[in-house]
């Protein structure tokens, strides 16, 4: 295990996805790559659990992952039916479209 | 008889309630017969209180009957109570009796107008409110008369409503005196607090006791008091309000605005004389204000072209007369001219009245003229309310009172001659200005038809007053003419007696042929100029420096356009500007603040869920770098 | 119980009003109008009862009281009591409120079941206002009448009538809020004091302070009677307020709202914190000459009746906070007359405009002109209400003014002289409103009713009242005596002994504990 690959690169990779991630999220219009990308941030989070949890050899950093996965699958079949009404309602699947509640 | 006193004022404050409350019951007749009868029945009853009085006088020489106590916190007990002393006595006679005259009068007067009962309703709660400020017991119920008459005058001024002019008058009157009457409640406040009572006679005692002459307390109680009586009265500097006044009725001009309430003034200052003895700066106030009063209103009387503001503005000048005697300590003469004041004067605005009445309303004294032969009655009252204003020597009784007030501004000790010539100048201009008006209106051709002859009921008042206004003076004359002094003895337990300066006596006989050639002079000149050869003096009169004399003077010395600058338009100005109220719009301006900052804050929220999402980022990353680097 | 029923009777008469509708409009208002009458009949009977008490003994100011626990946990109980001045105040809120559902009686013809419930709400929530002495329970009570009163200006006004509801209601609930807190501070500073924590009246009257505490706990309750007085500069929120009420909103709002913040600055300010007040009077004095003239000016301003009349309520108050805080007998006996009589001239003007706009359905007075031709007796009360108004001697505001004014020269002579400028200024207001509204050419209109036999025997009521007040105030003067006594002996204690200690002096001798239970409840 000490010839592994250092927890820095971990971290830093899983920053790097996230942040990747979260410039999808922004930067797309298209709301089935914001989904995306939303999943890309998860499991850059997910990454980052693992990462600290095989650096310090407890089991947590794993248990949070399997979490995060279930939070995702969950998020993720919300998420779609959100695409589907929102192709319902505006023909369209760009979320700019979908701004009722601006002030 | 004493113990009915109250029924005088009662009567009338009876006649007016009736006629409130039930008179819309009531036929013409029967409102003339409570209106005048009301009046008329405690007139008797004053009489006869008067007899009582003098019949049997009680040892104070005064009698107070306490009705009831008005009101009773700590040791302010105002009572609700009348006196009868030989001062008020001479009041409650000469009001109402020239009152009930004058009620008699507008039977006929008013009897087209279609408002004769609120008329004589209004009429009898002033005759009611002026009776209760000459009785008065305390100055508290005192000022209760005083706003009381004070609001009568602004409803019988504004009597004819309809015509906003009416009512502006009436405005300004109740506006004006009431900033003299507020300086007198300031005045009561400050006599109450420093000598602890408002009774008349308490107070006149404690105030000699305790404030040694020309003490500041003294000089700012009479100050105020004068404040008052110089609003009530129409003197300097706030006169403007009557000339105005004659917008209402005649017999209201007759018995408001020259018998009885513009004199309430000089009652009031008689009636605090010790006040003002103990503050001669303000006593030569009262002097100085009543002699530039008397020359002020005789200018402006003489350029008058409406006959009832040429009686205002003598009345004015009249009055200047008795405020000239106040100051110069004679009170009783003030008094005394009061009276012959209240017989000439009315009769002047009565037979005035027949005049304006008979022309159509018309008040103009140059379309009148001739009206000797068709209205015989009223001329010759009117010539002899005429000379009596102009002090015709030995015959009337206006010479007797004026006389007595022109010899003693010369011989008071208080008194000086300076005082004096005002006097003698102004009885030079009350002589002009006086038959001008006579013979403008009474001599020379007919230019109007005269439509309306004068019935009983409008004689019988001309015919007594007349009477009265000659031998009315006979109670006091001067000492080379019987020396008669039925008056001052009267009024001896009352008012102190006019001090003589030693050695300025002289000859009394001297100044009166003094006053009275100056007073012959100015009705021939008033001959001269207004029927004798009007022409030459027409030049004289279109001079530009005499137009606009003219014009200054018939304006009123343009007391109004200051007043109505430097007072009326700032306020109405500023009350304008402010309408919406500036404090409350800085509350709007927090609420528009709020509502502003609301709008501002609303813009960020787009409905954009990618905004929302880079703001939480941000956030996140704002919040982890200050967590980072702060350490 | 009488002071419970007191409260009660308005408050179960509000519910059973609201009941009845189902039935008929008319029933609604036969039960108002009874309900608010034998509250009246009530309150006449602890008159007469007073009356008799006061000639009987001297013990004590209190005639009755009504002591229950409510909520014994946080020291609250249901504490009502009545003396002189809390029996004057009732007894006017239960007139005018016989006045105010009678001027209701053709002015509303929606939700008139909710109205009259409203109305009797406010009424009773005023009640308690004046007869309470917990003061939990008496911010409870003060809560209670705000929130009726919004509905009955934002249901039943005129066009802007939510703006001003929403603004009546701000003002009145922050003011409020400070008053909750400065009670809840006293609360705690006497709980740690004495160990017994209480809201009772009678107990925190004795509370030391300290002269800083005290000042702030002043202020919080000052500003709360302040803003309902209205004292300037809190009172902008009166003349949107009146304007837009219904004619019976503006008679409670003016005749009784407004003096449950004279009647606190009597019952809880001074007594409560007579070193801070009296250290705070000069300041709230000047406010109060300000308010004279100033409210005078605006009148003078406005083209809208209502308008003018809520501003002259404006000009009337400020003479009752100075009477309040000039502190001399003369001036509180003043004070008394004058919110009285303030009640009473302002309740009558409010009803008389309604009454006018109902028939020409403007309150522009640049629409009016000579009215006098078509409506004289209209024109003859509204007359004697203006120059009650501008203190005309013989009617009750000038005995409460003139008092006032009279008991202030000894405090202060310049102040007493620039408020005496209002006695000018509201002549000008007086005379200028009854000039543009009845005087002057009558416009061609379709001919209008005078007053109708509801009405003038309304007016009828309100001229005795005030004429009654004017020439012989003895018997309203001879009730308030005793409570004014007890608050001037309080602040001659404290002015006394100014440097005896910096603390403010508990008082037991003045106020004592025990007698102020009457017989009447056992």
């Not at chain 3, 008991?407 to 005496?420: C, E, K, M």
Request: aromatic letters at 12%.
């Amino acid at each position: 295990m000490t010839a592994a690959v250092p927890m820095e690169n971990g971290l830093l990779l899983a920053a790097v996805l996230f942040v990747l991630g979260l410039i999808g999220v922004l930067a797309r219009r298209d709301i089935v790559f914001v989904l995306m990308s939303i999943e890309v941030m998860l499991n850059a989070a997910g990454l980052a659990f693992i990462v600290a949890g095989a650096r310090w050899h407890q089991p947590d950093g794993q248990v949070m992952f399997l979490f995060i996965l279930a939070t995702a699958a969950a998020e993720v079949s919300v998420g779609l039916a959100f695409v589907l009404e929102l192709h319902h309602r505006f023909k369209a699947l760009d979320v700019d479209a979908a701004s009722e509640m601006r002030g | 008889m004493l113990s009915l006193l109250w029924l005088v004022p009662a009567l009338p404050l009876l006649g007016f309630l009736v006629l409130t409350l039930v008179g819309f019951r009531l036929p013409r007749l029967g409102v003339a017969v409570i209106g005048v009868g009301s009046v008329a029945l405690s007139c008797i009853l004053a009489i006869l209180a008067a007899a009582s009085l003098l019949m049997a006088p009680p040892a104070s020489h005064s009698y107070t009957q306490i009705l009831w106590t008005w009101l009773r916190v700590g040791s302010f007990a105002p009572e609700i109570a009348l006196t009868l002393d030989p001062l008020s006595l001479v009041m409650i006679v000469v009001v109402t009796f020239v009152a009930a005259l004058i009620h008699l009068y507008s039977v006929e007067f008013m009897a087209g107008d279609e408002s004769f009962r609120r008329f004589f309703a209004y009429m009898n709660l002033f005759v009611a409110s002026m009776l209760v400020l000459v009785l008065a017991d305390n100055l508290l119920l005192l000022y209760l008369g005083w706003e009381g008459v004070g609001l009568c005058s602004y409803l019988l001024i504004g009597f004819w409503y309809k015509d906003p002019v009416n009512v502006a008058a009436a405005n300004k009157a109740f506006i004006v005196t009431r900033v003299g009457d507020t300086a007198m409640a300031v005045g009561i406040f400050l006599l109450f607090t420093q000598l602890g009572t408002l009774r008349i006679a308490p107070l006149m005692g404690r105030a000699a006791e305790q404030w040694p002459v020309g003490s500041g307390m003294a000089v700012a109680a009479a100050a105020l008091l004068l404040g008052g009586a110089v609003g009530k009265s129409a003197q300097l500097p706030l006169q403007t309000w009557l000339p105005d006044a004659m917008a209402g009725p005649t017999p209201v001009s007759a018995l408001i605005h020259a018998a009885t309430m513009v004199t309430a003034g000089v009652y009031l200052i008689a009636r605090t004389n010790v006040l003002f003895t103990l503050a001669p700066a303000v006593q030569l106030v009262v002097a100085v204000v009543g002699a530039a009063t008397l020359l002020l209103a005789g200018c402006s009387a003489l350029v008058q072209r409406d006959i009832k503001r040429v009686l205002a503005y003598s009345t004015i000048s009249q009055i200047g007369y008795m405020f000239l005697a106040l100051g110069v300590g004679a009170w009783s003469a003030a008094i005394f001219h009061f009276m012959t004041h209240a017989f000439f004067k009315a009769l002047l605005f009565l037979g005035a009245g027949v005049v304006i009445e008979a022309l159509h309303d018309e008040h103009d004294i140059y379309k009148m003229g001739g009206l000797r032969r068709q209205l015989p009655l009223t001329f010759w009252t009117f010539l002899i309310g005429s000379a009596s204003l102009a002090a015709l020597p030995l015959v009337t009784a206006g010479f007797y009172s004026k006389d007595l007030i022109l010899w003693q501004a010369w011989s008071s000790s208080i008194g000086s001659a300076w005082l004096w010539a005002a006097g003698v100048l102004g009885s030079f201009l009350t002589a002009v200005y006086t038959f001008r008006v006579v013979f403008l209106t009474f001599f020379g051709d007919a230019k109007l038809q005269v439509s309306k002859k004068p019935g009983m009921a409008i004689r019988i008042p001309l015919v007594v007053l007349a009477v009265l206004s000659v031998v009315g003076g006979f109670v006091e004359t001067p000492r080379f003419l019987g020396h008669a002094s039925l008056f001052t003895e009267l009024m001896r337990t009352t008012l102190p007696a006019a001090s003589e300066a030693v050695g300025r006596a002289g000859d009394e006989l001297t100044f009166d042929i003094i006053a009275a050639s100056v007073m012959l002079v100015g009705i021939y000149l008033a001959y001269l100029v207004f029927l004798g050869s009007p022409r030459r003096f027409e030049d004289v009169a279109r001079a530009p420096s005499v137009a606009a004399l003219r014009r200054f003077w018939f304006a009123g010395w343009g007391f109004d356009w200051l007043y109505d600058r430097v007072l009326v338009q700032p306020y109405v100005w500023i009350a304008h500007r402010d309408r919406n109220d500036v404090i409350d719009q800085s509350y709007r301006g927090i609420a528009w603040l709020a509502a502003a900052s609301w709008r501002t804050l609303s813009r960020t929220q787009t409905g954009r869920v990618r905004w929302y999402a880079a703001g939480i980022a941000a956030g996140a990353i704002i919040i982890l770098a200050i967590v980072v680097f702060r350490t | 119980m009488i002071l419970a029923w007191l409260i009660l009777i308005p408050f179960l008469g509000g519910i059973l009003a609201w009941l009845v509708e189902r039935w008929g409009a008319i029933w609604t208002r036969w039960v108002s109008l009874l309900a608010v009458a034998l509250d009246l009949g009530l309150a006449s009977i602890l008159w007469f009862h007073a009356a008799g008490r006061f000639s009987l003994s001297s013990s004590g100011p209190w005639l009755v009281s009504l002591d229950r626990a409510w909520i014994p946990e946080a020291g609250i109980r249901f504490h009502l009591a009545m003396d002189g001045l809390s029996l004057l105040l009732v007894l006017l809120t239960a007139f005018l409120g016989v006045l105010s559902v009678a001027a209701s009686w053709t002015e509303i013809q929606e939700r008139i079941g909710f109205f009259h419930f409203s109305l009797l709400w406010v009424l009773a929530g005023i009640t308690g206002v004046f007869l309470a002495l917990d003061l939990f329970l008496f911010y409870f009570f003060w809560e209670l009448m705000l929130v009726p009163m919004y509905f009955l200006i934002a249901l039943w006004g005129h066009e802007n009538r939510l703006y001003a509801a929403v603004k009546f209601f701000l003002f009145t609930q922050l003011s409020g809020l400070l008053m909750l807190l400065a009670i809840l501070g006293l609360y705690e500073i006497h709980g740690r004091q004495t160990g017994a924590y209480t809201f009772d009246y009678f107990r925190l009257i004795g509370t030391r302070l300290p002269p800083q505490t005290a000042m702030w706990l002043m202020l919080g309750f000052f500003i709360a009677f302040a803003v309902k007085l209205p004292a300037v500069p809190v009172h902008t929120w009166l003349p949107d307020a009146h304007t837009e009420a219904p004619t019976a909103g503006s008679v409670v709002l003016a005749g009784l709202l407004l003096k449950t913040g004279a009647y606190g600055l009597l019952r809880f300010v001074v007594p409560l914190f007579p070193g801070a007040a009296s250290a705070f009077a000069p300041v709230a004095m000047v406010l109060a000459v300000i308010g004279i003239v100033y409210g005078a000016l605006l009148a003078f301003a406005q083209h809208d009746l209502k308008r003018l009349v809520a501003y002259t309520s404006v000009s009337h108050m400020g003479f009752v906070l100075l009477g309040v805080f000039a502190g001399t007998e003369i001036a509180l006996q003043g004070v008394v007359v004058q919110i009285l009589c303030h009640g009473i001239s302002t309740g009558a003007l409010f009803i008389l405009v309604g009454a006018l706009s109902e028939r020409v359905h403007t309150r522009d007075m640049r629409q009016m002109s000579g009215f006098w031709t078509s409506v004289p007796r209209i024109g003859g009360v509204t007359l004697l209400f203006a120059l009650a108004s501008m203190g005309l001697p013989g009617l009750g505001n000038f005995i409460g003014e003139f008092l006032v004014l009279l008991g202030t020269y000894r405090v202060s002579a310049p102040l007493t002289v620039i408020a005496s400028i209002g006695l000018i200024v509201s002549t000008v207001y007086a005379l200028v409103m009854v000039q543009r509204t009845f005087y002057g050419p009558l416009k061609e209109r379709p001919p209008m009713a005078d007053l109708s036999g509801r009405e003038a025997a309304m007016m009828a009521a309100l001229v005795a009242a005030i004429i009654w007040l004017g020439l012989y105030p003895q018997p309203v003067l001879d009730l308030a005596k005793a409570p004014l006594d007890r608050l001037q002996e309080r602040g001659a204690e404290i002015n006394a002994a100014p440097g005896a200690s910096a603390a403010e002096a508990p008082l037991r001798t003045a106020l004592p504990l025990d007698n102020h239970r009457s017989e009447v409840d056992r």
